[in-house]
């Protein structure tokens, strides 16, 4: 298959993506203040990244929302809904959890409003057809991210057992739920793998500068940095972290391949491991999450209309 061609519609398989409500408290002193394992780089990093996701998560909301009355396929329109309302869920609690960051001295208000004014120049000047796109494959990188924390012991124990990990598995569990959602909406509405391919080029791009950038700076401003041998410490576990694993890439890059499709990853087992082990009748998140229909945000003046 050439990159130009259109890959043949294929039929959406059923996804359960319930949303579940959960709700998670912040006492003051829950958290120390490098929490990640005592790591001064990836605490940052996780903070960054927590910054990110609010707003993140509202643009990849209206990108796919714009489409949904081009969705014919009931399953489709079910799935998201279901897309729909757990991201709405995860926006709010990373809220809840940057505020407290932030009382920590992270500065996740910098970042909030630095990734809000990009994506709000993004709805206006991009079409909603690479806004779509660029969802697609965001959404690759999160689930990526999400399934190698779910799958790597390693990764579970440089979050630790506190309140911003058992966040992070919450969200990782639900993003490796729907992470095929944005690219079905994507490929059922038209399309294309040359723009799917070359989207996912330009916001790798993009998303490293800022992880790396917005880290930086966030690493500068902390006391700690410049404790002796903190921070080399610290920079030398990078290459050693199972987030920047050969496998890690190796999938990532995967969606670079035409005819690439999320479900070629299969998650099944992964899947079931955690919905019991989260939120079984013995699971670790069970008292935080009740499954009331979650509200959709209200609808937001579309930009000027394109594809």
């Known amino acids: 298959m050439t990159i130009s061609e259109q890959p043949a519609s294929q039929p959406v398989p059923h996804r359960a993506l319930r ?19 005592g790591d001064l780089i990836m605490s940052h990093t996780v903070a960054v990244l927590s910054a990110t996701f609010p707003p993140g998560e509202d643009f ?45 001295g992270y500065r996740t208000d910098w970042t909030h409003r630095f990734i809000e004014h990009a994506l709000a120049v993004a709805d206006r000047t991009l079409p909603p057809r690479v806004r779509l ?20 012991k390693r990764a579970q124990a440089m979050l630790g057992d506190n309140q911003a990990g058992r966040i992070l598995l919450w969200h990782a569990l639900e993003e490796s ?10 490929r059922a509405t038209g ?77 099944t087992a992964l899947l079931e491991r955690w919905r019991t082990e989260l939120f079984g009748p013995e699971g670790t998140l069970v008292a935080h999450a009740n499954y009331r229909d979650a509200p959709e945000p209200p ?9």
């Open 60 to 104: 990849f909301v209206r990108s796919v929302r714009h489409y949904r009355d081009r969705i014919t396929d009931p399953e489709l329109a079910a799935q998201v809904r279901g897309f729909i309302g757990q991201e709405v869920v995860h926006s709010r609690e990373h809220d809840h959890l940057n505020k407290a960051l932030r009382d920590l």
């Open 191 to 267: 399309g294309g793998e040359r723009l799917r391919i070359w989207s996912m080029r330009v916001i790798s791009t993009l998303l490293l500068l800022h992880v790396v950038l917005a880290t930086t700076l966030s690493v500068l401003g902390d006391r700690a940095t410049y404790t002796p041998f903190r921070l080399p410490r610290s920079l030398a576990r990078i290459p050693r972290s199972p987030f920047v694993a050969r496998d890690v890439i190796r999938r990532l890059r995967a969606y670079n391949r035409p005819g690439f499709h999320p479900d070629d990853f299969d998650n």
């Open 177 to 186: 739920e729907h992470k095929a959602v944005a690219f079905d909406v994507y």
């Open 19 to 37: 949303v579940r409500r959960v709700r998670f408290a912040h006492p003051a002193g829950a958290l120390r203040r490098h929490y990640a394992d």
């Open 133 to 152: 796109a660029f969802t697609a494959g965001l959404e690759h990188y999160t689930a990526t991210i999400a399934e190698q924390l779910l799958t790597s």
């Open 299 to 307: 609808d937001t003046p579309e930009p000027p209309p394109g594809d």
